[in-house]
């Protein structure tokens, strides 16, 4: 398996535009979470998903963060509109299991410089 | 709230030391603890996963002990190598709100 794929690697846009990254779990996960990565903060958990369905968005920051997952293997976190402290890496990660508390593989993540 | 710390933050030792990575937790329901690792510039790579109703963990030259009570864990790296030079990651599972927290991680650096 190619392990989880994140897209685009790097991000470069202008405050108030549109930001939408993308994900694609390991075939036969359940789970697919959303992570965001900075130096102050560290790594936070923003959303994640079982079998498609949003089960926590409570670290999403703020309305203008929205996340979609609409078939088991794709998903988008989105940004509208982006702000330069919204600059990160976010993650993408999937986990097996019938339980959420299981080994999450992680992908390359999305470095978003937002000017 | 959950909050998880990493001592120290960062650490230079010449090869072949055995050493630990410490993580303490300030709430101890958790259902798990992992320990990832972190490459500059990569994701986070699960290294160990321990549940809430095990001591310790072992894979290769890792061994991760969990101490739920106390709210500690420690991650001991035997012999270290160039290649262990990473940043080390510690993430409660806390069953109160379901979520993980991770630390801020200790960056290691093994010296050739």
């Known amino acids: 398996d190619a392990g989880v794929i994140q897209s685009p690697r790097h991000e470069v846009t202008e405050m108030g535009q549109e930001v939408t990254l993308r994900c694609k779990p390991i075939s036969g ?16 958990l923003l959303i994640y998903f079982n079998n498609n369905v949003p089960i926590d968005d409570s670290g999403m920051p703020e309305d203008r963060f929205s996340a979609k997952m609409p078939n088991a293997s794709f998903s988008t976190l989105k ?29 390359p993540g999305t470095r978003l410089l937002v000017l | 709230k959950q909050e998880v710390t990493q001592i120290p933050a960062a650490l230079s030792v010449p090869e072949g030391e055995n050493l630990v990575l410490n993580c303490s937790f300030t709430d101890s329901a958790i259902y798990n603890l992992q320990w990832f690792r ?19 963990q072992t894979s290769g030259r890792l061994n991760a002990s969990l101490d739920k009570s106390s709210g500690r864990s420690t991650l001991y790296i035997a012999a270290s190598q ?28 093994i010296l050739p």
């Not at chain 1, 996960?29 to 936070?44: A, I, S, V």
Request: net charge negative; glycine share 10%.
């Open chain 1, 29 to 44: 996960h359940d789970y697919l979470f959303w992570y965001r990565q900075t130096m102050m903060r560290g790594l936070e």
């Open chain 1, 79 to 107: 940004i509208q509109p982006s702000e330069p402290r919204d600059s990160a890496v976010y993650f993408c990660a999937s986990s097996l299991g019938t339980t959420i508390q299981e080994t999450q593989y992680f992908g």
């Open chain 2, 38 to 56: 972190q490459d500059p510039g990569k994701g986070l790579t699960s290294l160990l996963l321990i549940q809430s109703s095990q001591r310790e």
């Open chain 2, 82 to 109: 160039p290649g262990d030079s990473a940043t080390y990651l510690c993430a409660p599972w806390g069953n109160r709100d379901d979520k993980i927290i991770f630390g801020k991680g200790t960056r290691l650096h």
